[in-house]
Nanobody
């Protein structure tokens, strides 16, 4: 049984930093894509960053240069380092892992998300950025 457990959310002031973690268990896909998504109240869920089994990453334009996704395979943990946080980054952040991923080159996060079915989700962690 796959379990994803996020941690690291909290409240920070604008310009601050947070690091989210996602501990995965029972996830044994050799070809995969994992990602961070967020959803603010009244808004649709959006993909923030992804990383695949080849180490390729993709980011939403709104977070490029500020957020970094990484993984520690030895610890089965996914991370999202968030710097220069803005009030508009306030949202519930979710970790997700693919149950299917076709792989290959992606030119954008939208392209990456089209190649994956994210069948596994964590419970979410709240990030609140105040101005």
């Amino acid at each position: 049984q796959v379990q994803l457990v996020e941690s690291g959310g909290g409240s920070v002031q604008s310009g601050g930093s947070l690091r989210l973690s996602c501990a995965a268990s029972g996830y044994t896909y050799s070809s995969y894509c994992m990602g961070w998504f967020r959803q603010a109240p009244g808004k649709e869920r959006e993909g923030v960053a992804t990383i695949d089994s080849d180490g390729s990453t993709s980011y939403a334009d709104s977070v490029k240069g500020r957020f970094t996704i990484s993984q520690d395979n030895a610890k089965n943990t996914l991370y999202l380092q968030m710097n220069s946080l803005k009030p508009e980054d306030t949202a519930m952040y979710y970790c997700a892992a693919s149950s299917y991923y076709s792989g290959g080159y992606s030119s954008s996060i939208r392209d990456t998300l089209l190649k994956a079915d994210f069948g596994y989700w964590g419970q979410g962690t709240q990030v609140t950025v105040s101005s």
